[in-house]
């Protein structure tokens, strides 16, 4: 305790709406930036920009709000039933790809968009932003695959194949074809469609 009778320790509640209330805001102003200066954005258009804004648009509030609030949930849930954390492949593999995304970000946001680097620098960057992206992606991948797995063994179903054992693998050999499937589509050569 402080002198005086004051406690300086900071509680997980105010830091929590905090965070929330930064996490509308940062959606509001992707939203903003992308609707009002960047022309909106598509999955199919004419103006390619639009199909490209997708990009800043779903790694925002999918990996970093979405992928922030699934990691404040499990460490709340370790915390507050006294698990241990950092023991399992799945946890590895997490912790992994949320470092390796973050540091992804900040350099795309730095090369690509602010102050952006020299063209012939970004072109020579774009490959290897493009695979190490992949290797994240894959990463996350992994990271499910053995959550799902620690997950259902976890609470005692081990090998049994009732009507949860079946949810869990097909989502688990979904998630598998829909990494497949995004990895293929980003591999195979451009053209129209």
Not at 18 to 45: M, P, Q, R
Not at 93 to 100: D, E, N, Q, R, V
Request: net charge positive; proline share 4%.
């Amino acid at each position: 305790m402080a002198p005086g009778g004051r406690s300086y320790q900071l509680y997980a509640a105010p830091v929590t709406i905090l965070a929330h209330l930064i996490a509308i805001t940062v959606t509001v102003l992707v939203l903003v930036w992308l609707l009002k200066f960047e022309g909106g954005f598509a999955f199919k258009s004419g103006n390619k920009q639009k199909i490209f804004n997708l990009h800043p648009f779903l790694m925002v509030v999918g990996l970093i709000i979405f992928g922030g609030e699934g990691t404040y949930a499990v460490f709340k849930f370790k915390d507050e039933t006294g698990t241990k954390d950092f023991v399992s492949l799945h946890t590895w593999l997490g912790i992994i790809a949320i470092s390796a995304y973050g540091l992804q970000f900040v350099l795309g946001f730095f090369t690509f968009f602010f102050p952006g680097a020299a063209m012939p620098t970004r072109g020579s960057l774009l490959p290897w932003h493009t695979f190490f992206g992949m290797v994240i992606f894959l990463l996350a991948v992994c990271a499910a695959e053995t959550g799902l797995v620690q997950r259902f063994t976890g609470v005692g179903f081990g090998l049994k194949l009732n009507q949860e054992g079946l949810i869990v693998n097909f989502t688990g050999l979904l998630i598998f074809l829909f990494g497949v499937s995004v990895i293929l589509s980003v591999i195979l050569p451009r053209g129209s469609y």
